[in-house]
């Protein structure tokens, strides 16, 4: 499943006015499943969503892909960085994220 853009909710507040942040992708581009990755992920102290947002979209008019970085706690989940691609990212491309000592115990 792939879509058009992504919202932020917030669960502790009226089903009314639980949407805190989104992103449009824009025009012909497509999203895959976004991730959230914390800023300081050692930080017990950190807020809930001191951190970024991370997704793969692809533009289907310019045949372009891209990993998106968005800062977490804006409402519009701004963009803070982009990596292009050198090539498509399948659809419906799932990930997981996990931190380096989950990795050595394997």
């Known amino acids: 499943m792939t879509n058009e853009g992504l919202v932020k909710v917030d669960l502790s507040l009226s089903s ?3 949407v805190v942040g989104s992103r449009l992708y824009g025009p012909g581009c497509f999203g895959n499943e976004p991730f959230f990755v ?4 050692n930080n017990p102290d950190a807020e809930e969503d001191d951190g970024f947002v991370v997704a ?3 533009d289907e008019n310019a045949q372009e892909s891209k990993f998106l970085v968005m800062d977490a706690k804006s409402p519009k989940l701004e ?3 982009v990596v292009k691609l050198p090539g498509k990212v399948p659809t419906c ?3 997981l994220f996990v931190h ?3 990795l050595n115990k394997l």
């Open 93 to 95: 491309f799932h990930g």
């Open 79 to 81: 963009i803070v960085g």
């Open 38 to 41: 914390a800023r300081e992920p």
């Open 100 to 102: 380096e000592s989950q």
């Open 16 to 18: 009314n006015d639980c």
């Open 56 to 58: 793969y979209v692809h």
